[in-house]
């Protein structure tokens, strides 16, 4: 609401100051100065924590943004808190727009360019947090472009207000108008000069409060130096020290062990899992985190996650990469490089390609599948798919790479199906000559959530995708083969459309070493209603 206020100085500094008290009133009241409080003292203990506790290894980028933009925004917020709340009954002093542009833009410039970048830092660092809290569901998925349109949009026009304001001002200013604005809001030199000295004395309680978390870190950090539980024992024979309370992930990384971790160690992957070759009575059960992640890829026995497992005792580990390998390794694209993503997959197989080999010669064959799927790649290039794999006579595809709109996402998959399709018909009649019978394929469509990053060997490196999901999409396009359908589409992709299923067939099948079943639709053809629309 205050920066709604801010925007009303585009029109006039009196609707500006006319519209505060409409717009403030709600963080006047006993119930919004509380739900502030709260909201400093939450972010103020989550600093602390963070200082205190926080394990900095290998956090993310963004995380370290929103730490740093976090910790800087009290220390620049706190004289316009002090000015503008705080002192104000003790001084009788009476803001309003008049008194605050007069500061910022006549009395103290530099304050007003100080305030300014506070106001973009403090939008920049509640919306950094908003964006990665809610980045996992679907819905926002769908709608961050609009959502990025709406956190530009709000700041920037508050600043043009801010500065539309402060130049009318400036324009209207005299010496008579100086007096009367400093006079109804009582600006006084012991009222300016009581805003610097406390900003000064908060800056140094700030610094205390922000050093003692530190101070606490550190002192745990050598407690824990002397709290010793045993001993990690690597295959290439070197011996490290475990202490008490520290991961696994994190001993390799204080030792500068290259070790992978593609999610950073939250436990949502299964790279940084380790071997326990000795030892493994010291350890603790695996926690609730942990034992999904291993029960989903069915580890064997003896396999733990690094980022998760606390010793306790003497240990000895096989990790994922070889302890003495090169740095260099654990960045080396298709090795660890993946991120996780929901997109559309598209499995697309060439019926009858066994007996076509047996019905022409090798160069002839080679020719056709040459067209089949020279056809097949325009059709998924014009409809902004990507190739991401080849398999003999079969290819898979993904859609959503580069696109965060989950319907946009799919329209333009069942835009790939139908041009290949069409394309498919055109180079029959092209190859009539060629063919006993017509070329034919079928194809599977599904939506999910998978691991995209590069794979294969290092000389041929692709960007793919695997998981479950992928799996799946897999499984659909052989269905194609008993459903009698060329394609066939997973009511999770359909979903995503909103399309109504009522009046197709549904089926299912089982997937192995699965408990749900996986519903689906067959088609002859994509309908042509479903393919309007981005």
């Known amino acids: ?12 500094i009196h609707w500006q100051n006319a519209a505060r008290k409409w717009l403030l009133a709600p963080w006047n009241t006993p119930v919004g100065q509380m739900l502030m409080l709260v909201a400093v003292l939450t972010h103020l203990v989550n600093a602390i924590w963070v200082l205190a506790r926080r394990n900095m290894l290998g956090i993310a980028g963004w995380e370290w943004r929103q730490i740093v933009s976090g910790l800087l925004i009290p220390l620049m917020l706190v004289q316009h808190v002090l000015a503008t709340d705080v002192l104000v009954d003790r ?7 008049y008194s605050i542009q007069l500061i910022y833009w006549y009395l103290a410039p530099d304050k007003g360019l100080w305030q300014a970048v506070t106001l973009l830092l403090v939008w920049y660092h509640g919306c950094l947090g908003i964006h990665y809290w809610l980045r996992v569901n679907r819905w926002y998925q769908g709608q961050q472009s609009y959502w990025l349109g709406v956190a530009v949009f709000i700041p920037v026009l508050a600043l043009a207000g801010f500065i539309a304001s402060g130049r009318q001002l400036v324009r209207m200013l005299d010496e008579t108008l100086i007096a009367t604005i400093k006079a109804k809001a009582n600006l006084t030199g012991d009222y300016f000069s009581a805003v610097e000295n406390y900003t000064s004395y908060a800056w140094i309680v700030y610094a205390f409060i922000l050093l003692l978390p530190l101070i606490v870190r550190g002192l745990n950090y050598f407690w824990l130096r002397q709290q010793t539980v045993g001993q990690l024992c690597l295959a290439n024979g070197q011996n490290i020290r475990l202490f008490r309370n520290t991961s696994l992930l994190d001993t390799f990384r204080q030792h500068g062990i290259p070790h992978a971790a593609i999610c950073g160690g939250r436990g949502r992957c299964t790279t940084c899992r380790v071997l326990i070759t000795a030892g493994e009575a010291a350890l603790a059960p695996p926690n609730a ?3 999904q992640a291993l029960d989903k890829i069915s580890a064997p026995a003896h396999t733990r996650l690094a980022c998760q497992l606390y010793p306790t005792g003497t240990i000895s580990v096989q990790p994922l990469l070889s302890p003495d390998v090169r ?10 490089d993946g991120h996780e993503r929901e997109v559309a997959i598209l499995f697309l197989d060439l019926r009858d390609s066994t007996r076509l080999g047996e019905q022409r010669l090798p160069y002839d064959v080679l020719f056709i599948l040459n067209q089949f799927f020279a056809e097949m790649t325009a059709a998924l290039h014009e409809t902004e798919g990507h190739y991401a794999q080849f398999a003999g006579d079969g290819l898979m595809a993904l859609y959503g790479l580069t696109e965060e709109k989950h319907m946009r996402i799919c329209r333009q998959a069942l835009k790939g199906v139908a041009l290949m399709q069409e ?4 180079l029959n009649g092209v190859l009539s000559s060629e063919l006993l019978a017509p070329l034919s394929c079928g194809i599977g469509l599904h939506f999910g959530r998978v691991i995209v990053g590069t794979m294969g060997p290092p000389a041929a490196q692709i960007i793919s995708a695997i998981g479950d999901d992928v799996n799946i999409a897999a499984r659909l396009e052989q269905q194609s083969k008993v459903a009698g359908y060329p394609i066939i589409i997973s009511s999770a992709f359909l979903s995503i459309l909103e399309i109504d299923t009522h009046e197709w067939a549904s089926y299912t099948m089982q997937l192995k070493g699965k408990t749900q079943e996986i519903t689906f639709y067959g088609f002859y053809e994509i309908p042509e209603s479903w393919l309007l629309g981005n």
């Open 327 to 336: 740095a260099s390794a654990s960045k080396r694209p298709g090795g660890l």
């Open 423 to 426: 394309k498919l018909k055109r």
């Open 1 to 12: 609401m205050h920066l709604v206020n801010h925007s009303m100085g585009l029109f006039d």
């Open 289 to 291: 985190v942990e034992k």
């Open 91 to 97: 001084f009788a002093v009476d803001h309003d727009y």
